[in-house]
């Protein structure tokens, strides 16, 4: 339904696949979260069940990257005007790139000449809040000419595809005993829900419960690290939380975590 109203079903086809959307650097508010006098769906909603993938992310301009705060949390995008409001989806999975400064010269073997503020000034082109809520935050080192002729990962793609299937049907299967039949992943669960679904154990509490005291962690924060090590349980085939799952979906959310420290 989004992309016949923006005009992107020709003749009367239905969409067969996810959708990939991935918007230059340059594009507009309106462009990325809908608009208009008679508002359109922007790309935050054309990616509705699929992926929005950003690129270049601190190069975006920062007020609207921080217009993607409300459609992350809530699902949905709200277009409001003196007459009128639409709401248009917005469940999309983001996904983001950048390069640790605007020079490109991070990676070893490269220098910056402005150093450390060129890295710093350009990674706060992209607000705290906004880093909140991006779960899994990875530095990725460059590649290497020895790195390319390795071999491939012990654990393929398919293999990789295997175990999310079985991560995502324990799932359902979990949200379904809690009476939560519209949930489909652990992304969307509720506080309420996730304290009674994503409880680590012992071990595992005391180390949240140290990370929210030492480094900072936000309400929010401390939710969707639940969620993340929830998911790492499931993955593992596991259906208690345990400290392992918490250190890792931790240390994904290290990056937020030393620019609050820093702050």
Do not use: W
């Not at 608009?35 to 922007?42: E, I, Y």
């Not at 293999?159 to 519209?182: M, Y």
């Not at 929210?212 to 085939?237: E, M, P, W």
Request: glycine share 10%.
């Amino acid at each position: 339904m989004v992309h016949s109203l923006a005009g992107e079903l020709m003749g009367g086809k239905l969409a067969s696949r996810r959708p990939f959307r991935a918007p230059h650097h340059s594009a507009s508010m309106a462009a990325l979260v809908g608009g208009g006098s008679r508002p359109k769906p922007g790309e935050v909603s054309l990616a509705h069940l699929g992926v929005l993938f950003l690129d270049e992310l601190p190069e975006f301009t920062p007020q609207v990257l921080d217009s993607l705060r409300q459609p992350i949390e809530t699902g949905e995008t709200v277009i409001a005007r003196a007459n009128h409001r639409v709401v248009y989806p917005s469940r999309f999975q983001l996904v983001a790139a950048m390069n640790p400064c605007r020079c490109g010269g991070g990676s070893p073997g490269q220098s910056c000449k402005r150093g450390p503020r060129c890295a710093s000034d350009y990674q706060a082109r992209v607000s705290g809040p906004l880093m909140d809520r991006i779960d899994l935050q990875i530095e990725v080192p460059a590649v290497s000419a020895a790195d390319l002729v390795l071999p491939p990962p012990v654990e393929g793609s398919a293999d990789v595809r295997i175990r999310v299937d079985a991560a995502r049907q324990r799932q359902r299967e979990r949200f379904r005993a809690h009476g939560a039949t519209r949930i489909r992943t652990n992304a969307e669960c509720s506080g309420e829900l996730l304290e009674k679904t994503a409880m680590p154990d012992g071990e595992g509490r005391a180390l949240l419960r140290q990370a929210a005291d030492t480094l900072g962690l936000s309400a929010r924060g401390f939710h969707r690290t639940l969620k993340v090590a929830r998911t790492l349980a499931d993955l593992d085939g596991v259906e208690e939380v345990g400290q392992i799952h918490i250190a890792e979906a931790l240390s994904y959310r290290g990056e937020s975590l030393r620019q609050r420290q820093v702050a």
